[in-house]
């Protein structure tokens, strides 16, 4: 029986993309909260699958203790191997392939965890100062010099396994929650800079420097569009019925604009936002505008969808539940941080953190918390009925 650290979150089981990006969230939410800078290295490596090395490979299986006769099995998956080229002109001749992992392979995504575990294993550290998803990773340190040790540490471990970070995709962000301008410079990797962002897409999720979730919220509302444009010919067609047109809306486009949301503590104007696009693209399936004066409550019952602000407070409270049921030892748990000390907050209303908007939604539906551990209760509570 073969296992790897916490930090690895992709493709394991009772883990799962959301529960890193909760990690993420709720280590910036406390680190500006109590106004300290976070520093965050986002490691690309390039073509990982491709490139990973077979005698590495078997070294991994084997630390890991998997049984020889399955490490056999496996080489005999890889050895003799070859393939060919489609081109204009015809096939190429076949080749062999001596590296990298099988490509659409079932497989293939266990044995690069392993390998990536096993390589890593010695510098990963602690949740959520280091987590993987497969090849993806983030390093995150309170400072920029401690950062930049923790990267070229990284890079000489994974280089010399035969891997390679890549320069140009590897990205920095400086969380200036501090707004004191401290450690102002550049994070190098093997003597080139590496670029500074202010954003970046971590596993689908925008994450700001700021902490906040305006540029998530807007990417959101982008993809539900894309979405929509994809299958506007069905969704504008009126020989289709509405009720059809809603079911493949609440199928397929409200989960891209509702991907991440159970991470939000959302603002008035996030709401809104969501509100308004989830209109516009109701309205069109109707083939009706503003102008005809019909009622926003109308236009859902003709296409049973339910109001998205709150579906989103669902996401959000049915997350909290998830939360509440997984055992202290899950990563979920364990990578929560303690608050800071001897850090004074700041004059002012203090930010909108997670945890007060699950009190809000709870506060609004009347739901007691302690019904979270029950999975079946929890579910009936918080469930939203489309019309």
């Not at 077979?54 to 399955?70: D, G, P, Q």
């Not at 003709?302 to 409270?317: C, D, F, N, S, Y």
């Amino acid at each position: 029986m073969t296992s790897v650290t916490q930090n690895q979150f992709g493709f394991m089981p009772g883990r799962s993309t959301m529960e890193a990006i909760f990690l993420l969230r709720q280590l910036m939410e406390r680190f500006r909260e109590q106004k300290k800078d976070l520093h965050m290295v986002f490691i690309d490596l390039e073509k990982a699958y491709d490139k990973v090395p077979r005698s590495v490979m078997w070294w991994a299986l084997e630390k890991h203790k998997v049984a020889t006769k399955y490490i056999n099995l496996i080489k005999d998956m890889y050895s003799n191997v070859v393939t060919s080229v489609r081109t204009s002109d015809g096939d190429t001749d076949d080749f062999p392939i001596n590296i990298g992992l099988h490509q659409g392979s079932a497989l293939s995504p266990y044995l690069f965890a392993l390998v990536i575990d096993e390589v890593t294993r010695d510098i990963q550290g602690d949740i959520p100062w280091c987590m993987l998803f497969a090849d993806d990773v983030v390093l995150i340190e309170e400072s920029r010099s401690g950062v930049s040790q923790k990267l070229e540490l990284w890079r000489q471990t994974l280089e010399a396994k035969g891997f390679r970070l890549s320069r140009s995709k590897t990205e920095y962000m400086k969380c200036d929650f501090s707004a004191m301008g401290y450690e102002d410079g550049d994070v190098s990797l093997d003597g080139q800079v590496v670029p500074k962002k202010d954003t970046f897409r971590y596993l689908g999720s925008m994450l700001q420097k700021d902490g906040d979730i305006d540029e998530d919220v807007s990417h959101r509302i982008k993809a539900g569009w894309l979405k929509w444009r994809q299958a506007a010919g069905v969704l504008c067609d009126p020989r289709v019925p509405h009720k059809l047109k809603g079911k493949f809306y609440r199928t397929a486009i409200r989960p891209a604009m509702l991907y991440g949301a159970e991470c939000w503590p959302t603002k008035r104007r996030h709401v809104q936002q969501l509100c308004v696009a989830e209109m516009r693209m109701l309205r069109w399936i109707c083939g009706h505008t503003r102008r005809d004066r019909v009622r926003n409550d109308d236009i859902r019952e003709r296409v049973g969808v339910a109001p998205i602000e709150e579906k989103l407070m669902q996401h959000r409270l049915r997350w909290f539940g998830h939360i509440q049921r997984r055992s202290d030892e899950a990563p979920v748990h364990i990578g929560i941080i303690r608050r800071p000390e001897n850090v004074k907050r700041g004059r002012g209303r203090p930010t909108l953190t997670w945890t007060e908007a699950v009190k809000r939604d709870l506060k609004e539906w009347k739901i007691d918390k302690e019904l979270a551990v029950d999975r079946k209760g929890w579910k009936c509570a918080i469930h939203v009925p489309e019309p």
